[in-house]
């Protein structure tokens, strides 16, 4: 089973900063935190990931808690195109292996 | 996004067939994964690897094989396909510790 739980649904304002939570309470000191989103039918799309510190890249801010118990994806001015699944995962054993659950449905209003 | 191929893209075929789906890199990228995606499950996977004739089982491995002779080609085989094994197939690679990138994937439907 999948090692996080998020909000099946969400909605955002288009040029409004969208905030995705995740919680992953059962986190291990060297797992890392990873952030994906699926547009439409198309294969999963990286986005960032953190292990303790926050993050930013060109795409999204990842915020987490200082117990590591959470985290926040950060869309900072979110258009049309942000409207997809997001994922939150734990990256868990030797393989890269990746729990996906069925993450965030996040549709940005006009 | 790293050069990932799947073939076929879409698939029918009947209960009881064989059928193989093909995943191709071009990034020379040493993990490859096989997941499956159905409604109400996200994501789960089915197999991966971590080289060469290196392959381990993921969550949902009965019922699927999986093989890798080559580092850029990671194959996908029902061995007797059944109807719920109709999904969406997406391959995905990393390098060494890093994201995961995926393929376009495949529609298989078993009729």
């Known amino acids: 089973d999948a090692k996080t739980t998020q909000p099946p649904s969400m909605d955002c304002a288009e040029g409004r900063a969208a905030n995705l939570p995740c919680n992953h309470s059962?986190?291990?000191?060297?797992?890392?935190v990873y952030w994906y989103r699926q547009i439409h039918s198309q294969g999963p799309q990286y986005i960032i990931h953190?292990?303790?510190n926050n993050e930013t890249n060109e795409m999204a801010s990842l915020i987490i808690t200082e117990d590591r118990k959470s985290s926040t994806l950060i869309l900072p001015h979110a258009t049309l195109r942000d409207t997809a699944v997001y994922y939150c995962i734990v990256r868990v054993g030797t393989g890269n292996q990746f729990y996906f659950g069925t993450g965030t449905s996040l549709t940005v209003i006009p | 996004d790293a050069g990932i191929t799947q073939s076929p893209r879409h698939k029918v075929t009947e209960t009881g067939t064989p059928v193989t789906l093909r995943c191709h890199q071009t990034?020379?990228?040493?993990?490859m994964y096989w997941y499956r995606q159905d409604p109400g499950h996200g994501l789960r996977l089915i197999h991966y690897s971590y080289g060469v004739k290196d392959t381990d089982k993921g969550e949902v491995s009965d019922g699927y094989s999986v093989s890798r002779s080559k580092t850029e080609d990671f194959l996908l085989t029902l061995e007797s396909a059944t109807s719920s094994q109709t999904s969406v197939y997406f391959c995905?690679?990393?390098?060494?510790?890093?994201?995961?990138?995926f393929g376009p994937g495949t529609r298989l439907t078993v009729t």
């Open positions: 953190g292990l303790k």
């Open positions: 995905a690679t990393a390098l060494v510790g890093e994201e995961q990138y």
């Open positions: 990034e020379n990228h040493r993990y």
């Open positions: 059962t986190i291990s000191g060297n797992e890392y």
